[in-house]
């Protein structure tokens, strides 16, 4: 896997400028009949993009693309299909190009007008959308994420239960999680297409087998925080990767942290809003975080979490916790071998759930290619199209039936994992199970808590988030 993408929230806080006073101004409009707006939320996983457009990522080469969210491709008719999406670079460009040139293969009647919008961490996707949408000019079908990051369009989606989701044995093959997350309100509503894990703990071999520390043996957290203490005792390396210069980093960190001092019960009720209700596990992982960076590195809140990352590669740090993008950095160094040089496990006391963020595309209402739109979106759900884009990606397949002869070993460690875990929630950093409004209070509390590090004020701060 050589996936480089960027993280699913690297630029969520530049975002906010479809955020607050547009977001009300948009609901406004919606109760007129009008368009509810994205808001200004966690964004999907990144293409690393540097802010320039580009078009690599299209299907055959022969597709219209342009970079500000416009057709040039004419009307849109039933056999021309629109998509707006941001993976253009990398390992994500090569992905779904070769994602659509299988879909071209199998349905050569449809035209592909491909609209790839630059904008890190599919911001750009997000302002184009709601223009889109404002303007009553839908696209065919729009790049998003699973879950409640979804809900500010509910009402401008078609659910696609009985003509997409009946096709291909999806409700039969797909995984309990991702079948649940593709609902708002029990209705299917979008079609998720990869799955990215986020309870995970890279660590570098040499460096915890010189401290004598064996990672297998973790059960919690608080066997993690000793650990990491052993390896400061025992080599020069820091105990725990990781930048604190954005809020999500650190809220990922604790979102997991929570899974392990309350399970998934305690997990599902704070992303519900119940804040209250798991004030002693949530404390407690706060808690914990707060003991972690004793043992992150000096610089840790000026670096991003790909320099983070590369403290694991360069043997100045023992572990990481990140979402499965950040094995890219692994796998693109020199001479650092995945179960040689390094490893991984699920974050301790985490095993049993596989923290999930996926990629969807959905069905506007209105929709300017309908027939063609259903096409593709079966096309997303299905075996074949699952094994193009995941393979190359680095990510794995949320249908269970996939061949996975030609992914890597890593992802077929994953894919064992997924299958042999009694859960899959949705990551609340990433927008999968907290709406918009609450994320963007919840990652200010936590970007609070980074220079306070304040248990009590930050608990009270996530309890107003869904106020």
Request: aromatic share 8%; net charge negative.
């Amino acid at each position: 896997m050589s996936d480089q993408r960027s993280t699913p929230d690297s630029s969520v806080d530049s975002d906010d400028s479809v955020s607050r006073r547009n977001y009300m101004r948009l609901t406004g409009l919606a109760g007129l009949g009008g368009v509810t707006a994205l808001a200004g939320c966690s964004g999907d996983g990144g293409d690393g993009s540097d802010g320039t457009s580009s078009t690599d990522g299209n299907g055959d080469g022969s597709s219209d693309s342009t970079s500000d969210g416009s057709s040039d491709g004419g009307s849109g008719g039933n056999g021309e299909l629109e998509i707006i999406h941001h993976w253009t670079r990398g390992a994500d460009g090569k992905a779904f190009s070769a994602f659509l040139t299988e879909f071209k293969n199998q349905h050569s009647d449809v035209r592909i007008l491909e609209n790839t919008i630059a904008g890190q961490a599919g911001s750009g996707v997000k302002t184009v959308i709601t223009q889109r949408l404002l303007n009553s000019e839908p696209p065919s079908t729009f790049q998003g994420l699973a879950g409640k990051y979804m809900t500010p369009f509910k009402q401008h989606l078609d659910p696609i239960g009985d003509s997409v989701w009946s096709s291909n044995g999806m409700k039969d093959a797909y995984l309990q999680g991702p079948k649940e997350i593709a609902q708002l309100d029990g209705s299917y509503m979008m079609v998720p297409l990869n799955i990215h894990r986020v309870n995970l703990l890279f660590y570098n071999k040499s460096v915890v087998e010189q401290a004598g520390v064996d990672p297998t043996s973790l059960g919690s957290a608080g066997d993690l925080t000793s650990a990491m203490q052993k390896v400061e005792n025992s080599t020069d390396a820091v105990g725990m990767a990781q930048s604190t210069m954005e809020p999500w980093t650190v809220l990922q960190l604790w979102e997991t942290a929570l899974l392990d001092e309350g399970g998934v019960e305690a997990y599902n009720k704070f992303a519900n809003g119940n804040v209250a209700a798991v004030e002693g596990p949530a404390k407690a992982a706060l808690e914990r975080i707060a003991a972690f960076k004793d043992h992150f590195s000096s610089d840790a809140n000026a670096i991003a979490w790909p320099e983070a990352a590369s403290q694991i590669t360069e043997g100045n740090a023992a572990f990481f916790n990140n979402g499965d993008w950040a094995a890219g950095v692994f796998l693109g160094a020199e001479d650092f071998a995945f179960g040689e040089d390094w490893d991984w496990i699920p974050f301790p006391g985490t095993e049993n759930s596989f923290t999930v963020v996926m990629d969807v595309f959905a069905m506007p209402s209105n929709n300017p290619s309908p027939e063609a739109t259903k096409k593709f979106l079966k096309f997303c759900g299905s075996k074949d199209g699952q094994r193009i884009l995941n393979s190359i990606k680095g990510s794995i397949p949320p249908r269970t039936d996939v061949s996975t002869e030609e992914f890597s070993g890593y992802q077929k460690e994953q894919i064992e994992s997924i299958n042999n875990t009694d859960n899959q929630p949705g990551s609340m950093t990433h927008g999968m199970s907290v709406a918009p409004e609450p994320l963007t209070n919840l990652k200010k509390a936590t970007g609070d808590f980074t220079s306070s590090w304040d248990v009590d004020a930050t608990y009270d701060q996530f309890v107003s988030a869904f106020e």
